[in-house]
């Protein structure tokens, strides 16, 4: 069955830097688009960052220029990596996948706080 596992998320002060991971299982990762969503507290998920199969990417305006999302297609894995974080960054960050319908991983937190 379809897995996807995220991993990477945690406290962090503004302008610092994580990277989150996301390993996929279940079906032929090199074949799909993959993105990353966010959810803050008492709003709704939000798309970040999309990445094709051909590795075309794509971001929402607010996180142009500090985050990068790119693909291991041998590692079954999707990286999002953030930069000059700031505190409307945080959220549950979650890898998504769509096949016939829409997969989701369990999440990992992302607080930016000082």
């Known amino acids: 069955q379809v897995r996807l596992v995220e991993s990477g998320g945690g406290l962090v002060q503004p302008g610092g830097s994580l990277r989150l991971s996301c390993a996929a299982s279940?079906?032929?990762?090199?074949?799909?688009?993959m993105g990353w969503y966010r959810q803050a507290p008492g709003k709704q998920r939000e798309l970040v960052a999309t990445i094709t199969s051909g590795s075309s990417t794509n971001y929402v305006d607010s996180v142009k220029g500090r985050f990068t999302i790119s693909r291991d297609n041998a590692k079954n894995t999707v990286y999002l990596q953030m930069n000059s974080l700031k505190p409307d960054d945080t959220g549950i960050y979650y890898c998504n996948v769509r096949l016939v319908g829409d997969y989701w991983g369990q999440g990992t937190q992302v607080t930016v706080s000082s």
């Open positions: 279940g079906f032929t990762f090199r074949l799909f688009a």
